[in-house]
């Protein structure tokens, strides 16, 4: 049995290394350029196996891909979940499990085809990976997590395409140049295999792929030094470092409220246009405990400042949102945004006909209800949007609040639950892609940080470390462009669906 398994291990050694090799492409690893090259065993693994082989193996990777880059989500779930550290794993395990499926998928779909057609691998893999990342951004309410494309954080000249493509468009040619060097390892056997296999469709994807590539960088470095209109305003992240098991002990609610006044009074003094709390930053139900409420109004009305910060709300039923609120210089309401996109079994139990056994594996204060409204907030130096903890992660949700204008992002989240793990820099480097993909620079307050400033070009500007209680005010240039990513949003990923099913249904 010990025998046949590492038998088995070595048989599929080429997924494993694919997997790990992107494991390492990621935050906090950041070693990205192992992207460019990282599924090249994969590709060349896939080419002569059978469906169910090429299935087994795409399982396989994806297992230690998604399994590595989504272990913290055992964090949450074992310190705030009352769930034991082995089955809290165990629950990511399964998580991972369902994400290998669409590795696998591709596996056998590209293994199938390439055997089949003489198309280059540099074309069917790009085309049938970036459909079915696209599909998973959105299939049982969407986990993008961990798409190809995000590695690539810091390579800004490469990534500025995405203001076109969206995430998926920088995954495609991360995984068409993977194809390319697969082709050149796979063309004598091709060729071995079919006497007749034409060079023809092979060379002329070279020369596509490297004209693509010129026109890629070409445009990056455009608009890296790209002088758009916009204004400069100054802002303020207050990050308040609360441990999250404490927030809501009723002896601690005042510390907390005190801690984030303190540290925005020190803000206040390099006068900032806004200051900017996280999520669920005040530990108490605002609106419906008066006397915190006026406290917090009475305190703003002081800071000479606008006022954003996260707040569960209370609603009519027993229900509640988790909430951002704004507070214009007069200490009023302006703006108000529900939470649209909740976590499942975090803020809500899905298909709770069926899972009513389900409670909820983080402990909070009751089922949320979901927000409707893709609304941003006006102001005199600008209009801005407010994305909630993972709502930076979808591409298609942030895009919404800036189809008719605006001036920049604001995400507020809670960290905590990630613990110190690779969770909260993979967060992070996520508002990076919303910046480019919109031309907007993203104002982000956490609480355990990571906290930050990105300019719409995707250039951090500035941010917190991890578990500091600080604040930071940087001067942000908003930017009223209006993407073509924003204007048309997915429509490269449904070319790309298109061309996949026209591939697959193809015959001999």
Request: aromatic share 18%; charged share 15%.
């Amino acid at each position: 049995m010990k025998t046949s398994f590492i038998k088995l291990l070595f048989y599929y050694s080429p997924a494993t290394i694919s997997g790990l090799l992107l494991f390492f492409s990621f935050p906090e690893m950041d070693i990205f350029p192992l992207a460019w090259i990282a599924l090249i065993p994969l590709l060349i693994f896939l080419y002569d196996k059978d469906t169910k082989t090429s299935f087994k193996a795409g399982f396989f990777f994806g297992c230690v891909y998604f399994f590595s880059t989504t272990y913290w989500i055992y964090h949450s779930i074992n310190k705030y979940g009352s769930i034991p550290f082995i089955p809290s794993l165990f629950l990511v395990l399964l998580l991972s499990l369902y994400l290998s499926l669409y590795p696998a998928l591709f596996s056998s779909l590209y293994s199938s085809i390439l055997k089949r057609s003489t198309l280059p691998a540099m074309f069917v893999a790009p085309v049938l990976w970036t459909t079915l990342e696209f599909v998973r951004s959105y299939a049982l309410t969407g986990f993008p997590w961990s798409s190809l494309g995000y590695s690539q954080y810091k390579f800004l000249p490469f990534i500025q395409g995405a203001d076109i493509t969206g995430i998926y468009g920088i995954s495609f040619i991360l995984v068409a140049v993977n194809g390319a060097f697969a082709d050149m390892f796979l063309l004598s056997r091709r060729k071995e295999k079919r006497p007749l296999f034409p060079l023809i469709p092979t060379v002329s994807g070279f020369v596509i792929l490297f004209i693509l590539l010129i026109a890629t960088f070409s445009y990056g470095f455009y608009r890296l030094n790209e002088i758009r209109e916009g204004t400069h305003i100054k802002a303020a992240v207050v990050q308040g470092n609360i441990e999250q098991d404490k927030k809501w002990v009723p002896s601690y609610q005042d510390e907390v409220v005190k801690i984030y006044k303190e540290l925005s009074i020190s803000a206040s003094l390099q006068k900032p246009n806004i200051i900017v709390w996280p999520e669920t930053a005040v530990p108490f139900y605002f609106g419906a405990d008066n006397a915190r409420s006026n406290e917090v109004i009475s305190f703003q009305r002081g800071l000479n400042s606008y006022l954003l910060f996260g707040s569960v709300l209370f609603k009519e039923g027993n229900l509640f949102t988790n909430s951002a609120v704004f507070l214009n210089k007069d200490g009023n309401i302006s703006y108000l945004h529900d939470k649209i996109h909740l976590v499942p079994f975090g803020e809500y139990v899905p298909l709770k006909g069926i899972l009513f056994f389900v409670d909820k594996l983080v402990v909070g204060v009751g089922d949320y209800v979901p927000g409707k409204d893709y609304i941003r907030a006006v102001t005199p130096f600008g209009s801005f949007g407010t994305l909630i903890c993972y709502e930076i992660i979808f591409p298609g949700l942030v895009r919404k609040f800036y189809t008719r204008g605006g001036d920049f992002i604001v995400t507020i989240t809670n960290d905590a639950w990630f613990g110190k793990t690779h969770g909260p820099y993979q967060h992070f480097s996520m508002s990076v892609f919303r910046a480019v993909e919109n031309r907007k620079p993203v104002i982000r307050a956490a609480n355990t940080g990571i906290s930050g400033f990105i300019d719409s070009n995707g250039r951090i500007m500035g941010r917190t470390n991890l578990f500091e209680r600080t604040f930071l005010v940087k001067e942000v240039k908003t930017d009223k462009t209006l993407s073509f990513y924003t204007k048309f949003g997915d429509i490269f990923s449904y070319f790309c669906i298109v061309t996949a099913i026209l591939l697959s249904i193809k015959k001999k």
